[in-house]
T-cell receptor, first 114, second 110 residues
Framework: NAGVTQTPKFRVLKTGQSMTLLCAQDMNHEYMYWYRQDPGMGLRLIHYSVGEGTTAKGEVPDGYNVSRLKKQNFLLGLESAAPSQTSVYFC?????????????FGPGTRLTVL | RKEVEQDPGPFNVPEGATVAFNCTYSNSASQSFFWYRQDCRKEPKLLMSVYSSGNEDGRFTAQLNRASQYISLLIRDSKLSDSATYLCVVNIGNNRKLIWGLGTSLAVNP
């Protein structure tokens, strides 16, 4: 049981390049989330999904797209990377029926955009 | 006003000390409350949920005051391994979206 995994762990992009971050969970969780964490800003929700085939915008969705084609995977795409997207990206998941709302996080992806 | 506010610290305490953190939230419709712990360059992990009647887990005690809209975390007999950032988290909806505080940094010194 690997929990939540993220690929890649580190990445350096040039401005304008595109990339996809992959999140996978093996806990059969319905809900999945993408956050970014920046110094002094805390965790901010980018997009989330309440089930396979559904996605919704979070607090800071601009410049990102997501897809949830399979229940266990949640992809985050950057179509044209900008230096403002330099951040640590965390994926998380939780059960639909969980009373305590515990979110399980992946180890993060450290992205630098030059 | 931020939806969830915490004193960023850092709190520097000696081993064995008792330390308390407070957190205030602005949305009176907030439904559930949590403390997460985040170690340096690691992902957040749930420390404990916070229940209306207050709850304890070993050396950790969490309390909720709905009237004043704050929650607290008390750590007794601090250990070096307690050094981390403690994140106050609030849920205000049914879609499991969480609102995160910026965290309070704790350093426990030998």
């Amino acid at each position: 049981n690997a929990g939540v995994t993220q690929t890649p762990k580190f990445r350096v992009l040039k401005t304008g390049q595109s990339m996809t971050l992959l999140c996978a969970q093996d806990m059969n969780h319905e809900y999945m989330y993408w956050y970014r964490q920046d110094p002094g800003m805390g965790l901010r929700l980018i997009h989330y999904s309440v089930g396979e085939g559904t996605t919704a915008k979070g607090e800071v969705p601009d410049g990102y797209n997501v897809s949830r084609l399979k229940k266990q995977n949640f992809l985050l795409g950057l179509e044209s990377a900008a230096p403002s997207q330099t951040s640590v990206y965390f994926c998380a998941s939780t059960e639909r029926t969980s009373g305590n709302n515990e979110q399980f996080f992946g180890p993060g992806t450290r992205l630098t955009v030059l | 006003r931020k939806e969830v506010e915490q004193d960023p610290g850092p709190f520097n305490v000696p081993e064995g000390a008792t330390v308390a953190f407070n957190c205030t939230y602005s949305n009176s419709a907030s439904q559930s409350f949590f403390w997460y712990r985040q170690d340096c360059r690691k992902e957040p992990k749930l420390l404990m949920s916070v229940y209306s009647s207050g709850n304890e887990d070993g050396r950790f005690t969490a309390q909720l005051n709905r009237a004043s809209q704050y929650i607290s975390l008390l750590i007794r007999d601090s250990k070096l391994s307690d050094s981390a950032t403690y994140l106050c988290v609030v849920n205000i909806g049914n879609n499991r979206k969480l609102i995160w505080g910026l965290g309070t940094s704790l350093a426990v010194n030998p």
